[in-house]
């Protein structure tokens, strides 16, 4: 490293392919959004072209900005088209187009195989070509192996990961050095720093002092990260900025701790970590609230409590098209420390085909309301039925994890999507007891499971007579120490009397079972032969299997 001094001391330290996927990844809903993607996500994205009326060439693999065209125009129609010839990536119109032109340049994107997404109404065409041009430039950047887990956005992730990385604490800043996140590393920090983060921001007399000094002139003309000697009771600090597609976004700074000096590959690490913070930098810029503000609304209106038309609006959904919400459950195995991920692979591929939707966590699941499907009700229920078989296999194949979709019953619009909420967790639920082979179902191709839950839901406050056979065998196996008469008992019932089956689930021998069966009968009296007894343990099974772990009609306290 070498120095530059800028009064006092700092001085310099010593593309892959992109696809749509991880280009939306990047950029946002804030700016751009997918309406329809017949090729998928994985087609490359190499460049961004603003359509030229008196040149209008169209170039393979990049993505063409319709600026000026009317969607709902047979101009459009025929710009798609010719997209789809070239090889175009997509194009992009601009917002508010009618629902006519939807399904007119729908229907084209998949003769074509050409993407179809649209302009925010936030979001200018100048601004739109800076970041896009800078989200192709960063969502190529090699990922820091401290962060590889982290969600788009996820600043303050970004900053402890780099932290552990240098060995030092970690802000990082936009252009304007106001503090966007900041490490969790506060041990001994100096004061600077200690007035940044309680301001969340550069204090003005030392932002002037830098400005004064050339240093951010410095700092946004070089790729180079710049080094400060530590002097008197300031430790040393290194800076680097982050900037995409040549645009600046901001910068990331690092300042020893604890008298201690900064890592051995402090500088290369930062150097790395500036490449791969545009991405951050960029998805933050660019996400705004509206996001939250449509999970919200969609979150109280499948509650039973909110109001459809304030989802309408939030959302830019129709409030009068059918819809229908799919319940997913992506399993134990699935990463529970960055659900964000899984709600953007959710959105994004329910926007590959072609569908509006709001994506909401719900305690351990995912609430997918799916709107704008096909008036007539056959065709609806297919596009539902298609949409949960592919999110289940693309995120047991991203996550490795097993996956149930419950499919809802379609709606007739936003006001009773909540009925559509409960058929769809009914029918995950059922997924989930059965644990067989169906992964995508709905409540009626899983009505024996369903039926069965009601049931015993409905019995749950019922107080049964003490000493039925299951409460004896239960006891029996507590006062007993590695006795299984009720496992025995329910494996046996389970499998319909048969021995064989049952001897195989318990890995027994059929001798050994049929020993177990005599001691069930001993113990509790049960007569197997009776259906009115052996209705009575199923059920009695059943509700010994209530997520409480009491048996029903047993007091629970305060």
Do not use: K
């Not at 997509?90 to 340049?105: M, N, S």
């Not at 490449?275 to 705004?288: F, Q």
Request: hydrophobic share 45%.
């Amino acid at each position: 490293m070498t120095d530059l001094d800028e009064s006092p001391g700092w001085g310099v330290a010593a593309q892959s392919q992109v696809t749509l996927e991880q280009l939306l990844s990047v950029v946002g809903s804030g700016a751009l959004e997918l309406d329809t993607a017949p090729g998928g996500l994985a087609v490359p994205v190499v460049g961004v072209t603003v359509l030229d009326v008196l040149d209008p060439e169209i170039r393979p693999r990049e993505l063409l900005l319709a600026v000026g065209v009317d969607a709902a125009s047979a101009h459009a129609v025929d710009l798609l088209r010719r997209a789809g010839d070239a090889g175009a990536t997509g194009v992009v119109f601009g917002p508010g187009r009618p629902e006519r032109a939807d399904a007119a340049l729908r229907a084209v994107a998949e003769e074509s195989g050409t993407a179809v997404l649209s302009r925010t109404a936030w979001c200018t065409w100048a601004q739109l070509v800076g970041v896009l041009r800078a989200g192709l430039s960063s969502a190529g950047a090699p990922p820091l192996p401290a962060h590889r887990g982290l969600s788009p956005g996820d600043l303050n992730g970004l900053a402890d990961a780099v932290a552990a990385l240098v060995g030092g604490a970690v802000t990082i800043e936009d252009t304007e050095s106001r503090v966007l996140a900041y490490s969790s590393t506060e041990e001994n920090v100096d004061e600077l720093r200690r007035l940044t983060i309680l301001g969340r921001r550069v204090p003005p007399w030392r932002v002037a002092a830098m400005r004064e000094a050339g240093f951010f002139r410095a700092l946004w003309s070089t790729d180079d990260v710049l080094y400060r000697r530590a002097q008197g009771e300031n430790p040393e600090r290194l800076v680097g900025a982050v900037r995409a597609g040549g645009e600046v976004l901001g910068s990331i700074w690092v300042a020893a701790v604890g008298g201690r000096p900064l890592a051995p590959g402090a500088s290369e690490a930062l150097r790395a970590a500036t490449r791969t913070a545009a991405a951050h930098l960029l998805h933050v810029r660019t996400r705004g609230a509206d996001g939250r503000l449509a999970e919200d609304a969609a979150r109280a209106l499948l509650e039973g409590r909110g109001s459809p038309d304030v989802l309408a609006e939030r959302a830019s959904l129709p409030a009068r098209e059918p819809c229908a919400v799919l319940a997913v459950d992506a399993g134990p195995g699935a990463p529970d420390d960055d659900p964000s991920r899984l709600d953007a692979l959710l959105s994004l591929h329910c926007a590959a085909f072609g569908h509006r939707t709001v994506v909401v966590p719900a305690g351990g699941r995912i609430l997918v309301l799916v709107s704008a499907l096909d008036h007539d009700p056959r065709r609806a229920d297919d596009q539902v039925t298609r949409l949960g078989e592919s999110l289940a296999r693309q995120l047991r194949a991203a996550t490795g994890a097993p996956v149930r979709v419950g499919l809802g019953d379609v709606a007739p619009g936003l006001a009773r999507a909540a009925e559509s909420r409960r058929s769809a967790e009914l029918a995950l639920r059922a997924l989930t007891r059965a644990a067989g082979a169906h992964t995508v179902a709905r409540a009626e191709d899983v009505a024996d499971a369903v039926g069965i839950m009601q049931v015993v839901d409905a019995l749950r406050d019922v107080v049964l007579p003490e000493g039925t056979s299951v409460a004896r065998l239960a006891a029996f196996d507590a006062e007993h120490s590695g006795s299984c008469l009720v496992e025995t008992l329910r494996a046996y019932l389970d499998r319909f009397g048969d021995v064989a089956g049952a001897s195989r689930a318990l890995g027994v021998h059929p001798n050994s079972l049929r020993y177990r069966l005599r001691r069930i009968t001993q113990v509790s009296g049960l007569d197997l032969d009776s259906p009115d007894a052996r209705l009575l343990a199923e059920l009695q099974l059943r509700l010994r299997d209530r997520g409480d772990g009491t048996a029903p009609g047993t007091p629970t306290g305060r």
